[in-house]
């Protein structure tokens, strides 16, 4: 299903019937059939079409907002764990802080201060975040620098940064590739959030969360105007749960020992 979305993503010029902005007023809510395999909207725009190229913004939100948080969570987390009380206590209670808000209500805060748009929505989203990610790594570096092998690189004259990025960040990537393969979904799932409440992105941009709050207003009249673009969430969200379960039993090594 991720190679699916992917390939998609990459031909949607290609395989997309009509362009996503097409109007066609003569074909307004019209029925899914031949012509239109999933029905048009209320401007007479192609669902299908607007669902392939739909999924070139999932992605693109997916791995904007998993590399923001990825990125910071990853370095206040390392730092943290391995500055010792001061520093690292500091930095720990200001995640604390905001780790007590939802993710959704610290990315409409977000949305709300930036002003909205697409961009500022994956920023607020991958912001959001953070604060999981830097928990995750600071208990991973919190147990991995009492191991042998750092304080050898200590007793041999390394350098903070060079034990950190040469040493400690290792051990700390195969987890966080499991813990962002699961929240690329979350990103997913909130970006739609955003742009459904018109803080992400803006018409008449092809997207999945954008196209469900357009077609609200015709849920009784064409219900296949909200029907594809949700099935499009729900299917894209699933999938990268799937994956995420898959890479974490993949990289998880009591699972191989199981295995064998």
């Not at 500055?83 to 409409?108: C, E, K, N, Q, S």
């Not at 400690?168 to 955003?194: D, H, R, T, W």
């Not at 803080?199 to 909200?226: C, D, H, K, S």
């Amino acid at each position: 299903m991720v190679l699916l979305l992917v390939l998609l993503a990459i031909f949607a010029p290609l395989l997309a019937p009509y362009p996503p902005d097409q109007i066609g007023v003569a074909s307004r809510l019209a029925v899914p059939g031949p012509g239109h395999w999933l029905g048009t909207d209320e401007f007479g725009r192609d669902i299908l079409s607007r669902i392939m190229y739909g999924s070139r913004l999932t992605l693109y939100v997916g791995l904007v907002a998993v590399g923001i948080g990825l990125t910071c969570g990853i370095s206040i987390g390392a730092i943290a764990a391995y500055a010792g009380r001061w520093l690292g206590g500091l930095l720990m209670r200001a995640i604390d802080l905001l780790y007590t808000f939802p993710d959704v209500l610290i990315a409409l805060g977000l949305v709300a201060f930036l002003g909205p748009s697409l961009t500022n929505a994956m920023i607020a989203v991958g912001i959001s975040v953070v604060p999981y990610y830097a928990r995750v790594t600071y208990a991973i570096v919190l147990a991995e620098r009492q191991k042998t092998y750092v304080e050898a690189a200590q007793v041999v004259g390394a350098g903070h940064a060079r034990i950190i990025v040469r040493h400690l960040l290792p051990n700390v990537v195969p987890p966080m590739i499991v813990v962002a393969s699961l929240g690329f979904s979350a990103a997913v799932l909130s970006a739609a959030a955003l742009s459904f409440l018109g803080l992400g992105a803006q018409p008449p941009a092809a997207e999945w969360g954008l196209m469900l709050a357009t077609g609200r207003n015709y849920i009784e009249r064409a219900p296949w105007v909200v029907i594809a673009p949700g099935m499009a969430i729900f299917i894209a969200v699933m999938a990268f749960n799937i994956l995420g379960d898959g890479i974490r039993d993949l990289l998880d090594p009591r699972q191989v020992e199981r295995t064998f």
